[in-house]
């Protein structure tokens, strides 16, 4: 059989067991073992009237141990709420930059910063190797650094299953090339975003190529048509983020001078190496971003509006004769002007965007189109899907993949002891941790993943309404997606912003 008859499907991923004891936190196993002794009491006072007070005790507290509301747990729950109502009594949901910003005493500068948990990053401006600049975007608390490429991708949807597979491969080989013993890379991420176009290129094109002695009707109807459908369809851009860990490449760093500037010199050896790769995958690198580019992506995140101007600004700037501001943004302003997070909204300048994580993958084998509805136009709404990827090294995929096989055959023993049926997830559970430890024997690489996605309107009113329709789009491609309740600050950084950010240091998905 022709594979255009049976184009290939693909699965194999699975939430890590990320609980201190079997799926219980550190909290539920304090409060199953607090329900176990509350029993104890009165079956030790053989008392009806104790046993009916500590009967229900027991039994709320393994509801809140057991018991889920919208996939969190109640001590989950807690630990979101108590740390927003913090945040919150300290002012620390509200973020002012610029004019808005408090004087500071001794330099009488105003800050211009990233809020939350961007403020520490850092734009730093370092050669590319090819008489260009590279923005690379650096955390120094983690030791990390990240370097941004913009890139364009044929796509899946519109070609035959032998080449979706043959794309499919080569992205597979791009993350397998990553999975090294200590290599420098720690994540990679995948960044695109669909929003209206605003026409602005379309238009500098066109003025750059009419003839000067066009017919004036033919240009007339030329700009008519393009000022009608330019703005009306649909962009999509797409990032591919790397970060670089100073600790894992302390030595080559060290080789190639030490510091921030050793650090970006190796960064910007493995930007070129990898691109060669992503070549092979079907993407094609158009722009390494320089710190203005940098600053550019990251203010278009917190402000939609301002697309218009930085479109505008690199239209211009194709121009050989133009001499005005260059493309991008300074920056000292790629942070929103105000912003404010409350419990399931992030509010940035004039935009709202909910964050969301995807929780469920398919439970069966899908297609490569699988994340394809999640990015379909909406007038009302951009859409932002983030993917991040850790490589594992051969050692600590081992350890990783064995420990994660330890704990569910512990389980499985366990249940098979107290004479408990076992499920058909469990089961299939063991055999995708068998099957994945298989395939890293036969030497295939192991990574972790985390999906995010990011719906921003202008308009208050809409927001809901963008949020049911992804939703929708969501359960339609089998995912269960969860809104980012009480963190959707750092749910935009993760999400709506090309730094690869958001896959947590402890295991959580893979």
Not at 7 to 18: D, I, L, N, T
Not at 164 to 174: D, I
Not at 372 to 387: E, G, Y
Request: hydrophobic content about 45%.
């Amino acid at each position: 059989m022709s594979t255009m008859s049976n184009p290939a499907r693909y699965g194999g991923w699975q939430r890590e067991k990320s609980g201190w004891f079997g799926e219980l936190s550190g909290p539920g196993f304090v409060l199953v073992a607090t329900a176990l002794v509350t029993l104890l009491v009165p079956l030790h006072q053989r008392s009806l009237f104790t046993m009916a007070v500590f009967l229900p005790i027991s039994a709320l507290l393994l509801a809140l141990a057991y018991g889920r509301v919208l996939g969190l747990t109640a001590d989950e729950w807690a630990l979101l709420a108590i740390r927003h109502q913090i945040a919150t009594a300290r002012r620390q949901h509200m973020f002012l930059s610029g004019i808005f910003a408090p004087v500071n005493r001794k330099t009488g500068a105003q800050p211009m910063d990233l809020p939350g948990p961007l403020a520490r990053l850092r734009i730093l401006d370092a050669p590319d190797g090819l008489s260009g600049r590279l923005g690379v975007a650096h955390d120094p608390a983690s030791g990390t650094y990240t370097a941004v490429l913009r890139v364009t991708y044929p796509g899946l949807a519109l070609v035959d299953p032998d080449r979706q597979e043959s794309r499919v491969a080569g992205w597979a080989a791009v993350l397998r090339s990553l999975c090294t013993e200590d290599g420098a890379i720690t994540r990679i991420g995948v960044h695109q975003r669909c929003l209206p176009d605003d026409g602005a290129a379309l238009d500098a094109w066109t003025a750059r190529n009419t003839a000067a002695d066009a017919p004036r009707e033919a240009v007339q109807a030329l700009e008519e048509l393009m000022h009608g459908a330019g703005p009306a369809s649909a962009a999509r851009e797409t990032y591919v983020s790397l970060t670089l860990s100073a600790s894992r490449a302390r030595l080559a760093i060290k080789g190639a001078g030490g510091g921030q500037v050793g650090a970006c010199a190796v960064l910007v050896r493995e930007v070129l190496s990898i691109e060669q790769l992503l070549a092979g995958a079907g993407l094609t690198v158009v722009d390494r971003l320089t710190p203005r580019g940098v600053a550019a992506v990251i203010r278009t995140g917190y402000d939609p509006e301002e697309q218009l101007a930085v479109a505008a600004r690199a239209a211009a700037a194709q121009d050989p004769a133009w001499q005005g501001t260059p493309p991008g943004v300074d920056p000292d302003l790629a942070g929103p002007a105000a912003a404010e997070n409350s419990w399931g909204v992030y509010r940035h300048d004039g935009a709202w965007t909910v964050s969301y994580q995807i929780r469920g993958l398919p439970r069966s084998d899908v297609f490569a189109t699988v994340l394809q509805p999640l990015l379909r136009p909406r007038v009302n709404a951009r859409r932002c899907l983030t993917m991040v990827y850790e490589p594992l090294g051969p050692r600590v995929a081992r350890r990783a993949l064995s420990q994660e096989r330890t704990k569910r055959e512990t389980a499985r023993q366990l249940r098979a002891k107290t004479g408990r049926m076992e499920s058909e997830d469990e089961r299939r559970e063991v055999q995708t941790a068998r099957e994945q430890d298989i395939a890293r024997a036969s030497g295939e690489g192991v990574v972790r993943m985390t999906v995010m996605l990011a719906v921003t309107v202008t308009d208050q009113e809409q927001l809901e309404t963008a949020c049911a329709e992804l939703q929708a789009d969501a359960a339609g491609a089998g995912l269960e997606i969860r809104r980012m309740w009480g963190a959707q600050d750092s749910g935009f950084a993760a999400a709506a912003l090309p730094l690869a950010l958001g896959l947590p240091d402890r295991r959580g998905m893979f």
